[in-house]
């Protein structure tokens, strides 16, 4: 006679089912985005990240605002880190630790929603090797030198169209088509675990390309290319992490190169007539 063993099966699948502990029903944590207690505040930041320990465990990074689901119930300790995108590019966040952490006690109660309003400012042991000059608003501005062969184009410092007070623009045209304009030296750290990042705003209706010259008092100056801009037609700020390209180098002292390109076609011929880049803002920081 055959036997139809799966009819003794079903009561064991029941009794396993109800072994299974019922799901937690969790609190949420709404996270509004930073607060920026520096000049120009959140709007001349881009944190557009936070990174989220609760109760000392970390639950993820996550674009702000963001409603987040937490396992916990009763008081809760919360950290949060501001985050950026790293060298611009949206699928590299990073924490910027160059600003405090926020830290803050909360009651979270299933299935609440408990809103918290994160406030973030520069970390007091950083250093800022150019102060605020890069800002070009003060009585000391940062300085830069023509390094091009052309000796009718130069930069300007103009309140046309800047970004805050007044603002850094290279122009050029099919008279003149490069501008090269290098940075005041500066001394940097080469050592790996000392990370050194670039800030500044830019709008260009062009390309540009970034490049770090390095060097010390018996050698010549090391050229990296360290960044291609895309044209943006609105300002934007952007964090360049420079740390990788410092330790590869290891020289004393380094300018930033910035090279203004009129663009050409596959046919070699000019795509536009004229172009410019503004800057503002710009800041080296590190620890």
């Known amino acids: 006679m055959k036997k139809h063993i799966f009819y003794l099966s079903l009561p064991i699948l029941m009794a396993a089912a109800g072994c299974d502990k019922p799901e937690a029903t969790p609190a949420y944590l709404r996270i509004e985005p930073f607060v920026v207690n520096e000049k120009g505040g959140a709007s001349w930041q881009k944190f557009t990240d936070g990174w989220l320990y609760v109760n000392n465990e970390f639950l993820g990074a996550y674009t702000l605002p963001a409603t987040v689901p937490v396992l916990a119930d009763g008081e809760s300790d919360i950290i949060l880190f501001p985050g950026v995108k790293e060298n611009g590019i ?35 042991n950083i250093k800022i090797p150019w102060g605020e000059r890069g800002d070009f608003d003060g009585s000391s501005e940062l300085q830069f030198e023509n390094r091009d062969s052309d000796a009718a184009t130069a930069y300007e410092l103009t309140t046309e169209e800047a970004f805050f007070g007044k603002s850094m623009r290279m122009r050029v045209d099919t008279a003149h088509p490069v501008i090269e304009i ?30 770090l010259l390095s060097s010390n008092p018996v050698a010549t100056e090391i ?6 801009f895309n044209n943006s037609d609105d300002w934007n700020k952007i964090y360049i992490n420079l740390t990788e390209f410092l330790t590869t180098v290891l020289q004393e ?32 920081v590190h620890f």
């Open 253 to 284: 002292d380094h300018r930033l190169f910035f090279r203004v390109s009129l663009p050409k076609d596959e046919q070699n011929k000019y795509s536009q007539l004229s172009g410019k880049v503004m800057l503002d803002n710009i800041r080296l």
């Open 182 to 211: 290098a940075s005041e030296k500066v001394s940097l750290p080469s050592n790996s675990g000392q990370e050194v990042w670039l800030e500044l705003h830019h709008k260009n209706d062009m390309p540009f390309t970034l490049v």
């Open 90 to 124: 949206e699928f590299t966040p990073n924490l910027y630790l160059f600003m405090d952490r926020y830290e803050t006690t909360v009651n979270l109660t299933p299935p609440a929603v408990t809103t918290i309003k994160p406030e973030t400012e520069y970390a007091s």
């Open 223 to 228: 050229a990296q290319n360290i960044y291609f």
